[in-house]
């Protein structure tokens, strides 16, 4: 596997993290009722968008400049 | 002496050299780092009941670090992806930002994680003498509500002597009946200025947050350490790439700098990809 093809597969891990942080959050903001954790799942959930629309971003990118072949 | 196949492909593998040895290299890791993970996941499924550290670990931190390791995953790539276009200037602000990430990780790691924790101490007590020490572990109430008992109190060691050890109390023990500590703190609370005196022969074991102090903290000490060794020879190889010398393999051949970044970025993100293991199982479950 290339360096793309493992970058890609480490954004899918890094956004798996992210939704887990936030449902971590939520879980913990329902136990606690801390808001802190409530702005810590909402930051998460923005993030695993984030990182979704950054992969994509960078899978056309590599095939836009024939890097990923 | 030309060293063959940097650069073109092996026509029995189909690949240049330094892709194979770096996926020889990363497949011994995976055992490394599997066989540790496994013998924390055991050693937590094994723990009695109550005795397993929860909640001591510095979640925001924890996370900071985690964003910085995925930032240098993303400027790494970028760097690569900047050689193969031949633009170096470039290339060269993207490793800059990758070496400084990592630096920035072993730097909160290395001079205020782990610090923090060697200034934590911890006192299990003897199981005949918990009710002494009550009005610190709040069992009572805990067991009434179906929690699991506390046996350990926890702070910041004042004094001792050779009877004697004197705790600014963590606000788990300062005040155990309060409901709020009825759970671990993911965002540490300081230690109160509330003094406890432990008896010496009531302690079955007291220490620092050492890896001595409990299989979790081994484990976490063990696993941080290994992945800190790889952060830092990561950074180490990055730095040699971005120095002058790399300029001029740049100019005899850029092809062959963009494999050397390209090897060293999948060693990088293996580093980070175990970092994302590491990070829910020590600060989050």
Request: hydrophobic share 50%; with cysteine; aromatic share 14%.
């Amino acid at each position: 596997m290339s360096l793309k093809g493992f970058h890609i597969v480490f954004i899918v891990f890094s956004t798996l993290l992210a939704l887990g942080v936030g449902l971590w959050c939520v879980w913990v903001d329902l136990v606690e009722g801390a808001p802190v954790y409530l702005a810590g799942a909402i930051a998460s959930f923005v993030t695993a968008v984030a990182l979704v629309i950054y992969g994509v971003w960078f899978y056309r990118k590599m095939k836009r400049l024939r890097i990923i072949t | 002496m030309e060293i063959p196949y940097t650069v073109s492909n092996r026509p029995d593998t189909g690949l240049w050299n330094a892709k194979i040895g770096i996926w020889l290299f990363l497949a011994s890791e995976v055992m490394l780092f599997g066989a540790l993970f496994s013998a924390y996941i055991f050693l937590r499924i094994d723990a009695a009941p109550g005795t397993w550290p929860h909640g001591l670990l510095n979640v925001p931190v924890g996370t900071m670090n985690t964003a910085i390791l995925i930032i240098s995953s993303v400027t790494v790539v970028l760097a690569w992806a900047a050689l193969k276009m031949r633009r170096y200037r470039a290339y060269w602000w993207y490793m800059l930002a990758t070496i400084t990430c990592g630096l920035i990780f072993l730097t909160v790691k290395l001079a205020y994680e782990w610090p923090q924790k060697f200034e934590h101490f911890g006192a299990y007590i003897k199981p005949d003498a918990l009710a002494k020490y009550e009005k610190y572990l709040g069992n009572e109430r805990r067991l009434e509500k179906g929690l699991e008992p506390r046996i350990e109190i926890t702070g910041h060691l004042h004094s001792q002597n050779a009877t004697e050890y004197e705790v600014a109390l963590d606000p788990v023990n300062a005040d155990p009946d309060d409901p709020a500590m009825d759970r671990p703190h993911f965002i540490p609370l300081p230690v109160t200025d509330k003094i406890a005196t432990i008896e010496k022969a009531d302690v079955q074991r007291a220490t620092m947050f050492l890896p001595t102090h409990s299989a979790y903290f081994a484990s976490y000490f063990t696993i941080t350490g290994l992945h800190g060794l790889h952060v830092l020879g990561g950074v180490i190889v990055f730095i040699y790439m971005w120095l002058p010398v790399s300029k001029k393999l740049y100019q005899r051949n850029p092809e062959h700098l963009a494999n050397r970044v390209e090897v060293s970025g999948l060693f990088w993100h293996f580093v980070d990809l175990v970092w994302i293991f590491v990070f829910p199982l020590f600060y989050l479950l």
